[in-house]
């Protein structure tokens, strides 16, 4: 089974992009965050055309937003609000090996690292504050699950371009990474990229519109992530970062991470 989760940033302005990398790379199943649109302008007639019929959106209007596409069936499909709003951040689903497949957009959480004074930083650390007890009592641990998004958090030294220059920039703080630690304590869950790709290596995900030549100056963040219960760490195939979609035409910032699992 392959899956592939992207942050898309409007998926009806690159729909071209997604249908190249469905072409491309056949997933099994897509996960996509921020699709920025509300369900009914999501572009499902397309996504059928190109067999992806079973479809679970979350969208609202400009912000946020995700969607789980798939050809192969999908059921217990639920939409998962979090911090008492509806900002549509977290679908999951079953797939028919019984295997629970969340998609997760997290907060960005500004550009002021300190919950006191930014209240979306605030938000970002209730969220996964909430997360991590929601799946402590759902029990995912000893069960099949996989956890793929744009978590918005990059743990690793590695997984940013500079750590010591980062470490009071929001998405690499130490309260970031102690929360997202937390999540991931919640239900065992295992860091598959990194199952891969030593720790001691350089993996990003995301690249800044504001790089005049992003490539060359690779100054990317590991922001996008795919988790996996100890129960399906042996299947485990390969994880691949697309990283080459950063360069085709009006691209994301984010590129899409493809996981595959023997399933």
Same mark, same amino acid.
């Given at each position: 089974?392959?899956?592939?989760?992207? @942050?898309? @940033? =409007?998926?009806?302005?690159?729909?071209?992009?997604?249908? *190249?990398?469905?072409?491309?790379?056949?997933?099994?199943?897509?996960?996509?965050?921020?699709?920025?649109?509300?369900?009914?302008?999501?572009?499902? /007639?397309?996504?059928?055309?190109?067999?992806?019929?079973?479809?679970?959106? =979350?969208?609202?209007?400009?912000?946020?937003?995700?969607?789980?596409? =798939?050809?192969?069936? $999908?059921?217990?499909?639920r939409v998962k609000a979090w911090c008492q709003r509806s900002d549509c951040r977290h679908v999951f689903a079953t797939l028919p090996d019984g295997i629970e497949l969340h @998609?997760?957009?997290?907060?960005?959480?500004?550009?002021?690292?300190? %919950?006191?004074?930014? %209240?979306?930083?605030?938000?970002?650390?209730?969220?996964?504050?909430?997360?991590?007890?929601?799946?402590? *009592? *759902?029990?995912?641990?000893?069960?099949?699950?996989?956890?793929?998004?744009?978590?918005?958090?990059?743990?690793?030294?590695?997984?940013?371009? =500079?750590?010591?220059?980062l470490l009071r920039v929001v998405t690499h703080t130490p309260v970031e990474i102690a929360a997202l630690e937390k999540l991931r304590a919640s239900a065992d869950w295992v860091d598959a990229a990194r199952l891969f790709v030593p720790e001691s290596e350089k993996l990003y995900t995301w690249w800044s519109y504001r790089a005049p030549?992003?490539?060359?100056?690779?100054?990317?963040?590991? $922001?996008?992530?795919?988790?996996?219960?100890?129960?399906?760490? /042996?299947?485990? $195939?390969?994880?691949?970062?697309?990283? *080459?979609?950063?360069?085709?035409?009006?691209?994301?910032?984010?590129?899409?991470?493809?996981?595959?699992?023997?399933?």
């Amino acid at each position: 089974m392959r899956i592939i989760s992207w @942050n898309i @940033n =409007s998926v009806r302005l690159r729909i071209r992009s997604v249908s *190249r990398v469905l072409r491309q790379h056949q997933p099994d199943v897509l996960c996509l965050q921020e699709i920025k649109c509300v369900n009914e302008l999501f572009p499902s /007639e397309g996504f059928r055309k190109l067999g992806y019929v079973h479809q679970l959106i =979350s969208g609202q209007k400009g912000y946020h937003g995700v969607a789980i596409v =798939s050809r192969i069936p $999908l059921s217990e499909t639920r939409v998962k609000a979090w911090c008492q709003r509806s900002d549509c951040r977290h679908v999951f689903a079953t797939l028919p090996d019984g295997i629970e497949l969340h @998609n997760v957009y997290a907060p960005a959480g500004g550009d002021l690292p300190d %919950p006191d004074k930014n %209240p979306k930083f605030a938000h970002k650390l209730q969220f996964f504050g909430d997360m991590a007890r929601w799946f402590r *009592r *759902r029990g995912v641990r000893g069960a099949g699950g996989i956890l793929v998004g744009d978590l918005n958090i990059a743990p690793l030294p590695n997984d940013v371009w =500079s750590h010591k220059q980062l470490l009071r920039v929001v998405t690499h703080t130490p309260v970031e990474i102690a929360a997202l630690e937390k999540l991931r304590a919640s239900a065992d869950w295992v860091d598959a990229a990194r199952l891969f790709v030593p720790e001691s290596e350089k993996l990003y995900t995301w690249w800044s519109y504001r790089a005049p030549d992003w490539k060359r100056a690779n100054k990317g963040r590991r $922001l996008d992530h795919a988790w996996v219960t100890p129960k399906l760490r /042996e299947r485990v $195939l390969a994880v691949n970062v697309l990283d *080459r979609v950063r360069g085709w035409k009006l691209p994301s910032d984010h590129v899409p991470v493809q996981i595959d699992l023997d399933l």
